[in-house]
Nanobody, 124 residues
């Protein structure tokens, strides 16, 4: 499985951005997929999860502002980010695991497949 993120960039607070994660290889439409992010000096945290049955889960820090979705025909995962804040500045990663997502919030150790990350910088 190969994952490749795109869509990061620099913008001002209040703006919007759409991240994409193109998946290829032996990945199924039923696999658990998650967006993580890691800010400098902080641990990587799972912020948006899309489970096998299509259910979603969000970290409190992004709930109501971010939306995770997937285009199964194109094997692409998305993260729509609105009302961005400086504290959203981080490297964003998509990750995948076979089958159901194990726990919420997601743990990095549960995901064998990762993208290389895309940087999002939000200025005040």
């Amino acid at each position: 499985v190969r994952l490749k993120e795109s869509g990061g960039g620099s913008l001002q607070a209040g703006g919007s951005l759409m991240l994409s994660c193109a998946a290829s290889g032996n990945i199924y439409s039923s696999d658990c997929m998650v967006w993580f992010r890691q800010a400098p000096g902080k641990e990587r945290e799972g912020i948006a999860l899309l489970d096998t049955d299509g259910s979603t889960s969000y970290a409190d820090s992004v709930k109501g502002r971010f939306t995770i979705s997937k285009d199964n025909a194109n094997n692409t995962l998305y993260l729509e980010m609105n009302s961005l804040k400086p504290e959203d500045t981080a490297t964003y990663y998509c990750a995948a695991a076979r089958g159901w997502c194990s726990v919420v919030p997601p743990r990095t150790s549960d995901f064998p497949w990762w993208g290389q990350g895309t940087q999002v910088t939000v200025s005040s």
